[in-house]
């Protein structure tokens, strides 16, 4: 495999498929616009990180994955993921808003969403903590030897924690079916990549480990879906893991509390008007042949789901005092 992913040809795909991606990176836009709007009207509380700007990775990725074996693991900008999978944006909706009808019964909120029903592990508040329980669960897959491969996402801040090397360690000597995906956004919290780390081109951090890298265009759905294909089949393979450097961009800040002082208006505006992924795949179907009209309608009818979920979240119940006792401990005596 080459240490850099250089995009070769452009991924041959059809109009069906790519109007797909489309709609799917749509409705992770619309839902997060709509869950800003919510947790400004303060029906959302705690945090709340928004995945705007970031929606080509994990489509990209999630499009890639055998959905009945493998596993995804994240960090707190999790909303996006799930909705990836093709969860219905109510139940997620309703999780935001506490309500009980969310798929973690209300209890995990924007940070903390899981479901072992679609293999997904969270959602965790600790930055970088999602990477070493990544391991385990590859571990898992290649005990039960079930084929499945976990694909572990963590940001360039959490890039710079002790733990993401120890687990580097284990999975590349033991060959674990993994990919460490970093959707490197350009800026932890509030601190820009350069000001962070020595260094700044992360697919190469697996050198040491000999993991080979991969550097892929993030805001480009065809060509992380591309680079996700050919790093899946190497695990698949049981050649080890896979490190993937997603170069992403989010145009909010990096939570609702953030004003995001330490860059410029003009820095975002130049990368929504140059390289968006949303405006990237509606121009490729343009040129396809789709109407414009088409693609009016479904945004319209995207926009129609996303307050179809709100107002459901919003009619939902809270869940009961009683719902403290449950789910706090999982196992058999």
Same mark, same amino acid.
């Given at each position: #495999? &080459?240490? +850099?992913? @250089?995009? &070769? ?15 799917? #990176? ?10 800003? &709007? ?25 499009? %890639? ?6 596993? !995804? ?37 924007? #940070? ?80 820009? !990549? ?6 700044? @081109?992360?697919?190469?951090?697996? +050198? ?5 890298? #991969? ?29 993937? @450097? ?17 860059? +410029? ?7 929504? @008007? ?35 979920? %709100? ?23």
């Amino acid at each position: #495999m &080459q240490q +850099t992913f @250089e995009q &070769q040809r452009r991924y041959e795909t059809g109009e069906a498929e790519l109007l797909t991606f489309y709609e799917q #990176m749509l409705l992770i836009r619309r839902f997060e616009e709509k869950a800003g &709007q919510l947790y400004g009207l303060g029906l959302i509380g705690g945090f709340c990180h928004l995945y705007i700007g970031q929606e080509a990775v994990a489509i990209g990725l999630q499009s %890639a994955l055998d959905n009945e074996k493998d596993s !995804v693991i994240t960090g707190y900008r999790d909303h996006g993921h799930m909705l990836a999978y093709g969860i219905d944006p109510k139940i997620i909706m309703a999780e935001l808003t506490g309500r009980l009808a969310g798929i973690s019964k209300g209890k995990g909120g924007s #940070m903390h969403m899981f479901s072992t029903e679609h293999k997904f592990y969270g959602g965790h508040g600790i930055v970088g903590a999602q990477v070493p329980l990544g391991g385990g669960l590859a571990l898992a897959h290649q005990y039960r030897d079930d084929g499945g491969l976990c694909l572990a996402y963590f940001g360039d801040g959490a890039a710079n924690q002790g733990q993401v090397y120890e687990t580097f360690n284990m999975a590349s000597l033991w060959k674990l079916p993994i990919v460490f995906a970093i959707e490197n956004n350009q800026y932890a919290m509030g601190t820009a !990549v350069r000001r962070s780390s020595a260094e700044t @081109e992360f697919y190469r951090r697996g +050198t040491a480990f000999r993991i080979p890298g #991969m550097q892929v265009n993030g805001m480009d759905v065809l060509e992380v879906r591309q680079a996700a294909e050919v790093a899946f089949a190497h695990v698949r393979a049981g050649k080890g893991p896979v490190l993937m @450097e997603l170069e992403t961009y989010r145009y909010r800040g990096h939570s609702m509390s953030d004003p995001a002082k330490y860059r +410029t208006r003009e820095e975002v505006q130049e990368v929504r @008007e140059k390289s968006d992924p949303i405006e990237g795949a509606k121009a490729d179907l343009l040129r396809l042949g789709v109407s414009e009209d088409r693609l009016k309608e479904i945004d319209k009818r995207i926009r129609a789901a996303v307050t179809e979920s %709100a107002d459901f979240a919003e009619s939902s119940p809270e869940p009961g005092a009683d719902e403290l006792y449950t789910d706090v401990l999982v196992g058999s005596y």
